[in-house]
T-cell receptor, first 117, second 113 residues
Framework: EAGVAQSPRYKIIEKRQSVAFWCNPISGHATLYWYQQILGQGPKLLIQFQNNGVVDDSQLPKDRFSAERLKGVDSTLKIQPAKLEDSAVYLC???????????????FGPGTRLLVL | AQSVTQPDIHITVSEGASLELRCNYSYGATPYLFWYVQSPGQGLQLLLKYFSGDTLVQGIKGFEAEFKRSQSSFNLRKPSVHWSDAAEYFCAVGAYTGNQFYFGTGTSLTVIP
């Protein structure tokens, strides 16, 4: 079974530029998550999708970050414009559908390492 | 507010020694509890999880964790550590109701021969 795929693996941009990350979840996984992991910290959940709808985006800095999951499969996370403090690893995870508020096992991709200069 | 605390930033153990990594959470109701491991260059991998039932949970790679409600803790243990266990370990908490999911700051494990 193929895992969660992410691209690119690395990205270097200058501040105020825009950047986009792509995620392809495990086939059949209805729930998709984007995390930001700053060096030396644990991952921080930014947004959750269930199929193509947003479940929660309370931690997403909406003035510069946006995410979409068209057709309920692949997802993209965009930053525009980027700031120095956005340097981090961006992780995508997927899980089976969350039912009755429970938490299924999340399967993580390798992440995209972003450096903003 | 919900929170997860991993008091130990870094732990060093000898190969073959026992291991215990601490995790404390702050939440009104018993949340969903997880331990993940992150090895260099690899993604996060689930070791084990707990929601209800037996408070001693067995996971992969010989790890186990014990939920103690009175102490709001979910400590990870392994009786005999192998050099391949060197990695970053994260405790995570999912809200019983709602959509909050939090990771701790992680504990880095070094294994010396």
């Amino acid at each position: 079974e193929a895992g969660v795929a992410q691209s690119p693996r690395y990205k270097i941009i200058e501040k105020r530029q825009s950047v986009a990350f792509w995620c392809n979840p495990i086939s059949g996984h209805a729930t998709l998550y984007w995390y930001q992991q700053i060096l030396g910290q644990g991952p921080k959940l930014l947004i959750q999708f269930q199929n193509n709808g947003v479940v929660d985006d309370s931690q997403l800095p909406k003035d510069r970050f946006s995410a979409e999951r068209l057709k309920g499969v692949d997802s993209t996370l965009k930053i525009q414009p980027a700031k120095l403090e956005d340097s981090a690893v961006y992780l995508c995870a997927s899980s089976l559908v969350r039912s009755s508020g429970g938490w299924e096992t999340q399967y993580f991709g390798p992440g995209t390492r972003l450096l903003v200069l | 507010a919900q929170s997860v605390t991993q008091p130990d930033i870094h732990i060093t153990v000898s190969e073959g020694a026992s291991l215990e990594l601490r995790c404390n959470y702050s939440y009104g109701a018993t949340p969903y509890l997880f331990w993940y491991v992150q090895s260099p260059g690899q993604g996060l991998q689930l070791l084990l999880k707990y929601f209800s039932g037996d408070t001693l949970v067995q996971g992969i790679k010989g790890f186990e964790a014990e939920f103690k409600r009175s102490q709001s803790s979910f400590n990870l243990r392994k009786p005999s550590v192998h050099w391949s266990d060197a990695a970053e370990y994260f405790c995570a908490v999912g809200a019983y109701t709602g959509n909050q999911f939090y990771f701790g700051t992680g504990t880095s494990l070094t294994v010396i021969p």
